[in-house]
Nanobody
Framework: QVQLVESGGGLVQAGGSLRLSCAASGRTFSSYAMGWFRQAPGKEREFVAAISRSGGSTLYADSVKGRFTISRDNAKNTVYLQMNSLKFEDTAVYYC????????????????WGQGTQVTVSS
């Protein structure tokens, strides 16, 4: 069992930055690939970024590539999402999840989810 708690969301102006954190409980954090997803009002949940168990491989959605960076610290059981050059369309609830690297872009590939943190970008 893994419990995930996101933090770091908030209100930011377009062009600004935020760093999201996701703290995991349990001693098996390094056994999981970690991902970030987001869901805007009235839209389906979408993949944002993922990182492999060791942190050696990452994946990004085209919409955030070059602006967002995912990283993890296995000693701290934490995964991060650094978000730069934020746009209005990045406004959403952001969720972190723990799962399998083989299905990193797919929500179904994740076994555990956090409760989400709101990111609001003002234009």
């Amino acid at each position: 069992q893994v419990q995930l708690v996101e933090s770091g969301g908030g209100l930011v102006q377009a062009g600004g930055s935020l760093r999201l954190s996701c703290a995991a409980s349990g001693r098996t954090f390094s056994s999981y690939a970690m991902g970030w997803f987001r869901q805007a009002p009235g839209k389906e949940r979408e993949f944002v970024a993922a990182i492999s168990r060791s942190g050696g491989s990452t994946l990004y959605a085209d919409s955030v590539k070059g602006r967002f960076t995912i990283s993890r610290d296995n000693a701290k059981n934490t995964v991060y999402l650094q978000m730069n050059s934020l746009k209005f369309e990045d406004t959403a609830v952001y969720y972190c999840a723990a799962g399998r690297w083989a299905a990193a872009r797919m929500g179904d590939g994740y076994d555990y989810w956090g409760q989400g943190t709101q990111v609001t970008v003002s234009s």
